[in-house]
């Protein structure tokens, strides 16, 4: 169980032991009348004189290894949203054109940092959008780059700007597959079939039977990332792959919200998002994995901003707006889960070290304060709606 004000523990000592006993969570002393403790001396690193704490996690600065981050004013708008908390973000690349090619990448790289706020050191890892045509030299030349760290696969209309992906992976880009194995880059998958006969709810399921398990025995050195899942088939693949060579991304959305969030108390288009929320089993079982300690589960909250007007539509566009919250939410779900020893590896860890690339150095802190998230970012081209806006979160992180 995990300590919080409600619990109340025999002694200070046991106290005192559970808190140093998590690793990551340290105290400050700070008047708080839900809990009191004896006053007392305790033997330790530290001397505690209190009546109360408060509780505060400090991990390594976590990375988002599945962002977008737009461009023009909508980039220059959500990415200190990012940069405040997350010290790298693989960034995806449909935009419109789509990133088809290293040079490509490299200018969208220096918009996207030029659009930072001073000081910031995030650090962008961009993609290649693959399609048909994509050749083997041009992965030659994004690992040269130095900048291009992973290849994104977008089936054919299966999201937003993905009306340039792939149609046929296995007769038109087997080339390009074998030159990532070459450079060790990544292929990212949007794991969905986009055959309209299939169901909505469907698709990841029918995607990993008849393109991921094909794919990972035919090419089983290429290195996998299957993002955003959302079903409990999408575990088991996942589990039952080489570890190191096959992992997933978890968003906050899919941890947290099964498919009625999308029609309670009415359509609820700020919780529309690609591939849709799904059936509560589901939930509970990337909850499962991902609080299970396992090293091919890591984050990517899929932050994906469209202006209001695009969601609030007889049109509206996939997406959930989740950067200013992602942590908050994650902290939830493994505090829930009574795991907050193991929320540092899947936030901080497991990322960098599938994509081969050194941890952070530096810290972040969480501290358990309730925050409201605000009810929308305005802007001068609009207004953004965040996940759960107007709610109250228990998480707070600070990036001191």
Known sequence: MLFSPKRRCSNSKDALHYLLGIGMITTSVKPCKALKFPSAKFEGPKQLRHKGTKMELTITRPD????????????????????SYF??????????????????????????????????????LMTLYLT????PNEIKLARKSGVVFAVKLYPAGATTNSQDGVTDLFGKC???????????????????????????????????????????????KLKVVMEHITTMDAVRFVQSCKEGF?????TPQHLLLNRNAIFQGGLQPHNYCLPILKREIHRQAIVSAVTSGSKQF????????????????????AGIFNAPVALSLYAKV????????????????NGPDFYSLPRNTSKIKLKKTPWKVPETFSYSFGDIIPMFAGKTLEWQPSSD
């Open 132 to 135: 048909d045509t994509t050749t």
């Open 298 to 317: 890591f984050l990517g909250t899929d932050s994906a901003p469209h202006e209001r007007q695009n969601k609030e539509c007889a049109c509206g566009c």
């Open 174 to 220: 087997l080339p390009v597959l074998e030159e990532m194995i070459e450079q060790n880059m990544p292929l990212l998958v949007h794991g969905e079939a986009t055959n309209p006969e299939i169901d909505v709810f469907d698709r990841e399921k029918v995607f990993i039977d008849t393109v991921l398990i094909p794919l990972v025995q035919r090419l089983p």
């Open 246 to 250: 096959v992992a997933a991304t978890v």
């Open 87 to 124: 010290g790298r973000g693989i960034v995806m690349p449909n935009l419109k054109p789509p990133i088809r090619t290293t040079a490509a990448a490299v200018a969208y790289r220096e918009s996207i940092l030029k659009a930072l706020p001073s000081g910031s050191d995030f650090t962008p």
């Open 64 to 83: 988002d290894w599945h962002l977008h981050l737009r461009d023009g004013g909508l980039l220059e708008a959500v990415i200190p949203h990012s940069a």
């Open 334 to 349: 493994f505090e829930e889960a009574g795991v907050l020893d193991k929320l540092e590896a899947f936030t901080s860890f």
